[in-house]
């Protein structure tokens, strides 16, 4: 299937914005959870804000601010989608990520009675998403989310990038996702190509098949699912970490950029295997352009480093999984202001990073990920190692970095990121948020 | 289903068995993460018991010779089954399809019937009654309504995988071959 066939046919105007679309690197937004109180009123307030929901056509075009929306299981139920339309939702749309908690090692310090009060309370109904690359533009959608009737606002996360222009690890972030058959957009040199039916329902997927939810294909097409996750970020406990385990200031950041896969600069090792390349990162051209051919053992890119383990690329050939089959569009934004420098103690200050990752299939992609691929180590025949910066880990992890003669063994990794709430949501087409309104 | 017994409260099946030693090694499976099927550690057991065709037990006594033949060709490369069995039972009314591996069964279900179809196919299909072919939109659905959960398992070294297994051999084969070369 070729990319000019689907350009044809992928549903722009129908498709919320932020399936297809990046972010700025510079964004201020807000996520808002609802309850619905009054289910007729409510349906009023969708109808006034449905014109200002964000599309996927015309993304280049310069707006004042994006706003799109998404219903967990419970939303669409207090709308009003009939029965078997629910029914047909998959098992763990319906159950809630909390729930999910055994799937996703959400135990110990991670584990939902830790949450945030309102997460897994099945209060949760509905989420709106707001981005714009200037503050003060802020103002207008924040005002529409903030007036809704019939509903209350559970909620509210201010987000923005930090003063760094790096999440707060210090690694500059959303390098690499997935290119989609049909976006519209040309593939950069190193981005995996993928069919749409893996992100958007409705459309081919990696099989060939229509990706649809029997019995709901008309409300689900053009939509998708969407896990939003909220992780406190410790970064004073990783600079401690990197310090107490380097040799150097220079090993630190080795160590570091082992962690990633990356160095800070966002250069990936497999291209800058000795030291960082600044010039390298900057280059949208270059700077993903690398597969793991030549390092079977991860002597250059550990096995067990975080990106090497959200997209193995061509790591896994040797084996039966297919990684295109388990690709999530992700979308990152941090809060909270910047540990200051140099800081080895936590100031008690909240920050962290609101991931939302999206693909038609909860299960496939985001669950798959979290469970195989960064909580277990087997799949790479590092037994019960987890990804080193987002696993969960409790002081008692290790972290191998492949070196010859021998390996660097890092003790007693602990939880870098801890989870304060999360919940699955539907990303319907505008379509579908009409009909929802109606 | 597993069975919690408290350890001061047990009495061993056999009186002459110190129920200290009996409890140290005890193993209590839980219910795997996402399913039916029973796992201890990092192993899982799968047990399938479905229907037989009539004249399916000649047809897969025919077909199972190449289906043994390449067995650790489509398990190997699957690479987490540590041991399976697939026998006919009941006077060649049922088959019974019972594995351990390790990895949870549902995350790679998608992955293992895009890779293992040719091989089961081979075997199940006009054999198992209703068996809709690996690759159908029903051989998930099909699979869950035969699988039965053991009512008793038990996995020697549950917390090794069949890579961690595999490799540990490798470290000791090397490793005496560097005792033989510093002994020559």
Redesign the interface.
């Known amino acids: 299937m070729t990319d000019s066939v689907l350009d044809a046919t992928l549903e722009f105007d129908d498709i919320q914005g932020t399936l297809l679309r990046h972010r700025p690197d510079r964004y201020f937004g807000a996520y808002i959870l609802y309850r619905i109180d009054d289910p007729a009123a409510a349906k009023s307030s969708l109808d006034r804000v449905l014109p200002h929901i964000t599309s996927a056509a015309d993304w280049e075009e310069p707006r004042p601010f994006t706003l799109n929306i998404v219903f967990t299981f419970q939303g669409l139920r207090a709308l009003g989608l009939p029965p078997d339309a629910l029914e047909s939702f998959p098992t763990e749309f319906r159950l809630g990520m909390a729930a999910r908690k055994?799937?996703l090692g959400d135990v110990g310090a991670n584990d939902p009675s830790n949450w945030a009060p309102v997460f897994g309370s099945e209060q949760i109904h509905i989420g709106v998403v707001i981005s714009t690359t200037h503050e003060d533009a802020l103002q207008t959608p924040l005002g529409l989310a903030q007036n809704m009737r019939g509903v209350t606002i559970l909620y509210k996360l201010d987000v923005g990038a930090p003063s760094t222009g790096r999440e707060h690890f210090g690694y500059r972030d959303s390098i690499n996702e997935p290119s989609i058959i049909g976006s519209g957009r040309t593939p950069r040199p190193g981005q995996d190509s993928i069919m749409p039916g893996e992100f958007v329902l409705g459309y081919p997927d990696e099989?060939g098949?229509i990706r649809a939810l029997k019995g709901a294909e008309s409300f689900t097409r053009n939509g998708s699912f969407l896990a939003f996750r909220q992780l406190h970020c410790d970064v004073a406990a990783f600079r401690r970490f990197l310090r107490a385990n380097a040799r150097s200031k220079d090993d630190e950041e080795l160590i570091a950029a082992k962690i990633m896969g990356r160095w800070r600069s966002g250069a990936p090792l497999m291209l800058a295997p000795e030291r960082d390349d600044p010039q390298l990162a900057a280059d949208s051209e270059r700077v993903d352009n690398f597969v793991y051919e030549s390092d079977p053992r991860g002597l250059v890119c550990p096995l067990g480093s975080h990106i090497r383990r959200v997209n193995p690329r061509d790591g896994l050939r040797d084996?039966?999984?297919?990684p295109k089959?388990h690709r999530v569009l992700r979308r990152g934004a941090a809060y909270g202001p910047v540990l200051p420098e140099g800081a080895l103690e936590d100031d008690g200050v909240e920050r962290g990073i609101v991931f939302i990752f999206m693909g038609t299939s909860l299960?496939?992609q985001f669950?798959?990920v979290q469970?195989?691929w960064i909580n277990?180590g087997?799949?790479v025949?590092l037994?019960?190692e987890k990804d080193p910066l987002v696993g969960s880990n409790d002081g008692t992890g290790t972290y191998t970095i492949p070196a010859l003669p021998v390996r660097r063994r890092l003790t007693g990794l602990p939880g870098f990121t801890i989870v304060r709430g999360g919940e699955y949501c539907f990303l319907p087409g505008l379509r579908a948020v009409e009909w929802l309104a109606s | 289903m597993s069975v919690q017994v408290s350890e001061a409260a047990y009495s061993p099946i056999s009186a002459s068995e110190s129920a200290d030693e009996i409890m140290r090694v005890s193993q209590t499976p839980r219910q795997q993460?996402?399913g039916v099927g029973l796992r201890v550690g990092?192993l899982a057991e799968f047990t399938f018991i479905a229907p037989v065709t009539p004249g399916g037990a000649a047809l897969f006594r025919e077909r199972v010779v190449k289906g043994q033949i390449e067995a650790a060709y489509w398990e190997g490369?699957?690479?987490?089954v540590q041991d399976l069995r697939i026998c006919l039972i009941n006077n060649d009314t049922q088959i019974l399809f019972a594995a351990t591996y390790?990895?949870?069964f549902?995350?790679?279900v998608?992955?293992?019937i895009?890779?293992?179809t040719p091989w089961i196919d081979y075997m199940f299909m006009g054999v198992g009654e209703g068996f809709p072919g690996l690759s159908s939109?029903d051989a998930v659905p099909y699979l869950q309504k035969y699988q039965v959960e053991a009512n008793l398992w038990y996995a020697a070294n549950p917390?090794a995988?069949v890579?961690?297994a595999a490799?540990a051999q490798k470290v000791s084969r090397i490793f005496n071959e560097l005792l033989d070369t510093a002994q020559s």
């Open positions: 055994q799937i099989s098949s084996t039966i999984v297919d089959i299960a496939q669950e798959f469970q195989v277990n087997d799949f025949g037994g019960r | 993460t996402d990092n490369k699957l690479g987490t390790s990895d949870e549902k995350p790679y998608i992955d293992v895009k890779f293992a939109p917390d995988t890579r961690d490799r």
